[in-house]
């Protein structure tokens, strides 16, 4: 695993940590079941502190992308079949709530579009 932090980056190291464990881990530069480093050891090897690559671990944990098994450790999770499985859970309770607001389908379609625009805005 090979992470670079950007100390010039608007975005806090938490999230560079984050989105680059994501990242290899949706590309399968990680495979499933991949043993991640300790949170004392990356933040070592990286010069972060340990709570700071804690809550990275945290939100990949939230997000499905990695699973603590107890003293075991932190393992890469089967990324793809999770993150589509919420992604259609949370799509379909969109779908749902747009049609009891009375939103056609090129409306609920447009503010989804928008909304993803936003998120996918480069920081």
Known sequence: MEITLDPDSQVPP??????????????GLLP???????????????????????????ELEADSVVETRGRNGTFVA?????????????AGEYARRAARLGLGHDEALAA??????????PR
């Open 14 to 27: 938490f999230e560079q940590v984050r989105e680059q464990i994501a990242e290899q881990a949706r590309t």
């Open 32 to 58: 499933v079941g991949t043993k991640l480093p300790t949170v004392r050891a990356l933040a070592a090897e990286l010069g972060l502190a340990v709570n700071t690559v804690a809550r990275s671990y945290r």
């Open 78 to 90: 089967a990324v793809g079949d999770t993150a589509r499985r919420e992604a259609a859970a949370a």
């Open 112 to 121: 989804v579009v928008i909304a993803l625009d936003a998120a996918y805005e």
